[in-house]
Structure formats: structure tokens, C-alpha cells
């Protein structure tokens, strides 16, 4: 089905939404937007999405995305008092015929939306990102996908308006646990940039220039350019926040329970996280630091090594520059 006869739905609007959801709108897709809070859809109006004022006006959707917080909020969207299929009815309809569902949830969360939603004749593609809103923006976000593969087929295309790459990897919730393994990935990565970094300035070197030696050998990536500007300029502007991050941390640690396997370094990066987490309780305005990206973490392990940082101002690529 050609993606101008399709009519999408798309829910959240937050940092990642706004970006997922515009980069379809710009690519001319019929949709419809809802966000809680309806000022922050509005400005996709201009590109030519629909803004909903109700869920249940996406329920005769084709597709409809979700890009929400956590499972708790997953639930209030979809089957919710004034959810999604708040006004449908189980085998009756009105029910999209898919939801691709792109939040950060568990395993039994996504298996039971997956068997809820099957009741409406609704099937779901799991399909959680890594990247951020820079990300989008720079055309760099990727999805791992799981369930159907005539749904994955399907929605490829319409994939690939948010991000170039789109990698399958089975039935069910095996995307879940991809996306864990790769959050919790990125919270050891972090706290391991945060120590190395301090302890290279501590032994006198700059941030900005430990950095670029870092990135430009082979322990370099994606995730660490784009990191550096941050952590050289003390610039926690969000993109993702530490409490966000511990979720992740602990679905991985459940995951890895269930399974038995040992996780010493995510345990402890779990944990040193949660020393960041409480001493940002004794700020000043706590809601406020902990609403920073998670990258402020390096202020924490500046402090337990006896030092403050402060920025360098000193211009630093990110690597995601057009």
C-alpha cells in the first residue's frame, strides 16, 4: 500500500516523537498527532500533520506509532480510561490494524500489549530507536524491530523517512531485549567516559583534548563524539536523563536475573548512577538538575575525585553536523 494512501496515527510528542513524527509529516504522510499536551503537537500542524484533541480519534488509523516515556504511560495511551481503544470493542473494532510501538518498555510489558492488542485484531511491531533527538535531526536514528515480518515489510519504508537504518531481528519481544542490552550499553560507556575523563584531567590533561584523542582512535564512536561537546563544555541541555537511564539499567538487571547472567559492571554502573541520582537531591532545585541529561553524571565523579569541572569553552564537533 503506497504510504499516501495510508492513514497513520502517531503518539507522543516529546523530545523524540516531535523529531520521529515531523520527518513523517514532511514526507508527506497522511497522519494524525496526539500529545498530552496539545501545545507541544501543535507546531507539526505547520508541516501538515492533524492534531488530535482525543486518542480515540486515531483508532480507525491504518498504522499508529507510539514514542512515550515508560510502560506506565504506554498503557494510559493504548487501553487507558481515555486510551486509544478506550471506545472500541474487542474483535468490533474500531482498531488500527497496527501499532508500532517505539518506547523503552520490558519484555512483559511488550508481550502483554502484543496479546491485548491481538483481542482488537491489532497487530504490533515492537520498534525501540537508539539515538536522540540531535540524531534524528542529523538523519542518524536506528530501530530494531521485532514481530511479524509482513508487519516489519510494511512498515519499512515509512521507517526509513525517521532513520536509515531499520534492522530485524525476530518474533515477539526480541527487539526489547536488543534495546535493553543497548541502553545499558550506553550507561556503562557513560560512566566509563565520565572516569576516564576526570581522572585525564586530573593528571592535567584537558577535557577537549583527551577527548579528541579519543575520538580519533580506535575506541571511538558515534556515542562518544557526540558526547564530547557535553561533557568538555559542561552542557547538560537533556537528551536523556539520568532517571530515564536508571529504568533502563534495571531492566537490564532483570533481564539478566531471569536469565542468570552475571552483570557485575552494569550492577555497578547501576549503582553509581544512583549515587549521582541522590546527590542531586541536595541541590538546590533537585527536580531541576535531575531534568539535565545524564551526562552530568561527570560532575559527580568529578566531585568524589576532590575536583569541580567547569566548562572549557572550547568548540567541539559532535560528529553529527551536517
Known sequence: MAKKNLKLGWIGAGRMGFEMAQRLAKAGCDMTVWNRTRAKAEPLAKDGARIAGHLTEMAGCDIVFCMVSTLDDVKEVIHGP????????????????????????????????????????????????????????AGKLSFVCSGPKAAFDEVAPLLAHIGPAASYVG??????????????????????????????????????????????????????????????????????????????????????????????VTAAAREVLQAHIGAARLKPDPEAYLALDFAALLETVALAAGMKVESENVPVASGLEA
Request: charged fraction near 20%.
Open 82 to 137: 481515555e486510551g486509544l481503544l478506550s471506545g472500541s470493542r474487542p474483535g468490533k473494532g474500531p482498531a488500527p490494524r497496527m501499532l508500532v510501538e517505539c518506547s523503552s518498555i520490558s519484555l512483559e510489558g511488550s508481550a502483554e500489549l502484543r496479546a491485548f492488542l491481538a483481542r482488537y485484531g491489532t497487530q504490533m511491531l515492537a520498534a525501540p530507536v537508539s539515538g536522540n533527538a540531535k540524531v534524528i535531526k
Open 171 to 264: 518474533e515477539g519481544e526480541l527487539a526489547r531485549i536488543v534495546k535493553i542490552c543497548h541502553n545499558v550499553m550506553l550507561g556503562v560507556v557513560a560512566q566509563c567516559m565520565a572516569e576516564i575523563t576526570v581522572l585525564a584531567q586530573k593528571a592535567g590533561v584537558p577535557r577537549h583534548a583527551f577527548l579528541d584523542f579519543i575520538n580519533n582512535s580506535v575506541m571511538g564512536s558515534v556515542f562518544t563524539r557526540y558526547k564530547s561537546p557535553a561533557l568538555v563544555n559542561c552542557d547538560w541541555t537533556p537528551t536523556f536523563t539520568p532517571e530515564l537511564l536508571k529504568k533502563d539499567l534495571d531492566l537490564g538487571l532483570d533481564a539478566a536475573h531471569k536469565l542468570a547472567v552475571p552483570v557485575p
